[in-house]
């Protein structure tokens, strides 16, 4: 290759990588209102990084000390129907007997169950479902903030967000049968005749599915559901009639003379609801109905966002420990490789930069997990390197030219190679396949890592052939020492 | 850096080492389990707490400049070390009219202690409101009994994933190499991952849902060893140069030829741990909740170093002259029969 081409290919990936590190870690005020903010600050981060955001799902006839103080303060004679257990007051009528005490604490416990298995289907990286003091829920979920978001230089994408966790709180701990109503307020009436016993009976589950940005609730109809709905809509009479939890009115609606010609139900629902959709209904459509009614219906739900655990700047420093290891693996390659290791340099960086983009893409909830998956990526494309550079330096010392050496010891290292990251793709698509959670998106961070370094190990040699190819003294680019070969023997 | 540890003739050290290991931590986990909180010492995410909640409602302190929280705060931590309780975790809350301060305590924390703390911080914040009509400060001891189900859900997942990581790494080593090959994967996947959970157990280190990860994290440091290591076995049994050496000989060598790589990859990650350590305590609340992940990270890396570099060279050998054996005996009698 000549000067002029390696040149100008080599300027063109160094700026490529470059401007992609840029576009990924630097954050600045556009203006006086607008910010740019940097790929790594718009990347969701799990609890441990930005927090949880929390609420109490106190159950009718359950308050807490605080709204205890306020009937006090009101109408002492009311305050008498309460009686104190733990930091709750709980009304006399609900426990005044073992039995009945006994039923009821087992009755929120058995509620707490099924919440904690809607949020299970949630696919947060964490989440928790507890009982405080045997009466009220508590359920924390990530808030999901970017960096950006958290710390209030996105102050619309930290509302969303807050805004989500607050919908998913009130959704997921919503208590009722399902029911389809011919009107979608407090006056709408079921329409579902009792025969039916119940509008639940017409559903086998429900699902979430994404196509091209568009997201669904697919309801999937048993044989008798599906009669029963079409005769149904039929008989309609005001034309529309809409899905109900209990007395919370979904935003799901059936018109009269639609024709259901299949035993699924699709609905076309905004990306903030459909999620939360599928699984209340698929919740309520098996059974799993909550006994107790919270937070009046949910209109008194508070959501709080904790700070995290691992402090304020977590953040900053679990970005300054994966700068650190980048550094470390720069500097490695550069002392052992010379100019080679520079090559190796650029591919980390472009690795990185890969990465980073592929999360945010992908909205994957970053933790110190992830991080630490995220080195483990990176060791892998720099070992693998670092196992070539090696075969090749070994094959040099036989004598061969370069071109020789690089050409048979990336022939020797393909089985090894090609080997482990076969295995490493196939692990990771399992975790991120079985798992929920946490380790569901490790799995899939590793998976976007084995493919990027798979790649980005032969792109090595690409640039390898492309930077050496004008430098005259190839063993000296490569910091290897030339064997001389002695006649004499 | 080549090494010359001829570790297939300590097979037997190294199979003591690790059965006394894993054993020990075993038992201790089985007697904690029966006697203690749990096989292992379930941290924050599993164990039930008691904490103390302090919500303000308003933020306006009249005539005083200082953080909210911060007075809050100071008042809290007077009053826990009067009344001698310690709470292991601190987070701040957010509401719409104001936040929280929660504290959270073992589980095992005296509840008179508690409710002593609590009226001294009353006490200490109805002094300092002045205006009662603009501010209004609640103070609640909560004790939560914790059903985290989704922590259980976790590991259970975990479990099923590694399990299926496993029999793929067996399998496709079975394919790729040989079957002792395979063995000797399978043997590492489920002593290095033995070995944690021993050492997970036997340490006592408070675990939260994170050991699921850092499981699975030591499981694929184990499959890229194994990678490693199992080629170069491949590629050193089938060099005419190396034909003369015996097989014991050839798997020291190849062993001596992996340790880095095996090594140095664990090394390396358990540097990252402790600079994790260092840089996130710079900013943790609570530096026990980093110290947590970061152990078991150590933990995992440890034992995938020692598993991956020395006690699975040392048993492949036998298994290589098992395999041999077998080989002999099978083409004598193919020998014989064709023969007869």
Redesign the interface.
């Known amino acids: 290759m000549g000067k002029v081409k390696s040149a100008i290919i080599t300027a063109l990936v160094v700026a490529a990588v470059v401007i992609l590190s840029l576009f990924a870690t630097i954050s600045c005020p556009l203006n006086e209102v607008e910010r740019y903010n940097s790929f790594i600050s718009s990347i969701h981060m799990g609890s441990d990084l930005t927090g949880e955001a929390y609420a109490l799902f106190y159950p009718e006839g359950v308050i807490s000390e605080a709204d205890y103080k306020l009937i006090v303060a009101g109408d002492e004679s009311e305050a008498e129907d309460y009686e104190s257990r733990g930091s709750v007051y709980v009304e006399k009528e609900k426990i005044d007997t073992v039995d009945k005490e006994r039923e009821f604490k087992s009755s929120i416990a058995d509620d707490a169950e099924i919440i904690s298995a809607r949020f299970g289907e949630k696919g947060y990286s964490k989440y928790s479902v507890s009982v405080v003091d045997g009466y009220v829920i508590r359920v924390s979920v990530p808030t999901n903030f970017t960096y950006a978001a958290y710390k209030g230089y996105d102050s619309t994408a930290r509302n969303n967000e807050l805004t989500q966790v607050s919908s998913s709180l009130n959704y997921l701990t919503l208590s009722g049968e399902l029911d389809l109503r011919n009107g979608n307020d407090d006056t709408a009436t079921s329409i579902i005749p009792y025969k039916y016993h119940g509008f639940s009976t017409f559903f086998k589950d429900a699902n979430y599915y994404a196509i091209g940005g568009n997201h669904y609730v697919r309801l999937n109809l048993t044989d008798d559901g599906f009669i029963n709905l079409n005769n149904i809509i039929g008989i309609l009479t005001d034309g529309t009639a809409y899905f109900f939890v209990g007395d919370t009115c979904l935003g799901l609606q059936l018109t009269y003379g639609e024709n259901i010609t299949s035993k699924t139900l699709n609905f076309q629902v905004s990306e903030t609801y459909a999620k939360d959709y599928s699984i209340i209904l698929n919740s309520v459509a098996t059974d799993n109905v909550l006994a107790n009614d919270y937070n009046n219906g949910g209109a008194d739900t508070e959501v709080i966002a904790l700070s995290p655990a691992y402090g304020d700047s977590a953040v900053v420093w679990l970005f300054v420990l994966l700068l650190l290891v980048l550094v470390g693996a720069i500097v490695i390659s550069v002392v052992r490789y010379k100019k080679l290791g520079l090559v190796n340099a650029l591919i980390a960086l472009a690795f990185s930069a890969i990465m980073i983009t592929a999360i945010l893409l992908t909205e994957i909830q970053f933790t110190v997990a992830g991080a630490f998956v995220l080195v483990l990526g990176l060791a892998l494309l720099t070992f693998s390197n670092f196992r070539v550079f090696e075969a090749v330096r070994k094959e040099t010392l036989t004598g061969r030219t370069i071109q020789a050496s690089v050409k048979t010891g990336y022939r020797k290292s393909l089985t090894t190679i090609l080997d482990l990251h076969i295995v490493l793709l196939v692990v990771s698509a399992l975790l991120a396949l079985i798992c929920a959670g946490e380790l569901a998106a490790c799995g899939l961070i590793l998976f976007i890592a084995t493919i990027a370094s798979y790649v980005l190990h032969w792109f090595t040699r690409f640039m390898w052939f492309v930077i050496s190819s004008p430098v005259k003294d190839k063993f000296g680019f490569c910091g290897y020492k030339r064997e001389v070969l002695d006649d004499e023997d | 850096m080549k090494t010359n540890f001829r570790l297939s003739s300590k097979m037997h050290l190294f199979i003591i080492i690790s059965t006394a290991l894993i054993v020990i931590g075993l038992l201790v986990g089985i007697v904690c389990q029966c006697v203690a909180n749990g096989f292992f010492n379930y941290g924050e995410?599993y164990s039930n707490y008691k904490s103390i909640t302090v919500?303000y409602e308003n933020t306006d302190f009249s005539g005083n400049e200082e953080v909210p929280v911060e007075i809050i705060k100071s008042y809290c931590d007077d009053a826990f070390s009067k009344t001698g309780v310690s709470s292991y975790?601190f987070?701040?809350?957010?509401?719409?009219t104001g936040?929280?301060v929660?504290y959270k305590f073992a589980y095992s924390t005296d509840n008179g202690k508690l409710e002593d703390a609590k009226r001294a911080i009353n006490e200490k914040l109805a002094e300092f409101v002045k205006d009662d009509t603009a501010k209004i400060f609640?103070s609640?001891?909560?004790?939560?009994?914790?059903?985290?189900?989704?922590?259980g859900?976790?590991v259970a997942?975990?479990a099923?994933?590694i399990s299926?990581?496993i029999v793929?790494?067996f399998i496709?080593f079975v394919i790729?190499y040989k079957l002792t090959m395979a063995l000797g994967a399978i043997l590492a996947d489920l002593h290095n991952l033995g070995l944690f959970i021993a050492l997970m157990a036997l340490t006592r280190i408070p675990v939260g849902?994170?050991i699921?990860?850092?499981a699975?994290?030591t499981?694929?440091?184990t499959?890229?060893g194994t990678?490693?290591l199992f080629?170069?076995m491949r590629?050193n049994f089938k060099d005419e140069e190396l034909k003369k050496l015996t097989a014991f000989e050839i798997v020291d060598k190849t062993a001596d030829e992996s340790f880095v790589?095996n090594t140095v990859?664990p090394a390396?990650?358990a540097t990252?741990?402790v600079?994790?350590f260092v840089?996130?305590s710079?900013?943790?609340?609570?530096p026990l909740?980093?110290i947590s992940?970061v152990l078991c990270?150590f933990i995992g890396f440890i034992s995938c170093a020692y598993g991956t570099s020395f006690f699975v060279p040392s048993v492949y050998a036998r298994f290589k002259l098992l395999g041999d054996g077998f080989k002999k005996k099978s083409r004598s009698k193919t020998a014989k029969s064709t023969q007869k």
């Open positions: 995410d919500t975790e987070a701040e809350g957010e509401t719409t936040g929280t929660t609640n609640a001891i909560a004790t939560s009994a914790e059903t985290l189900l989704g922590g859900k976790t997942m975990a099923i994933a299926v990581a793929f790494h496709y790729r849902s994170s699921a990860t850092f699975v994290i499981v694929l440091l499959v890229i990678c490693f080629d170069r590629k790589i990859m390396c990650l990252v741990s600079i994790a840089l996130l710079i900013s943790s609340l609570s909740a980093i992940p990270s």
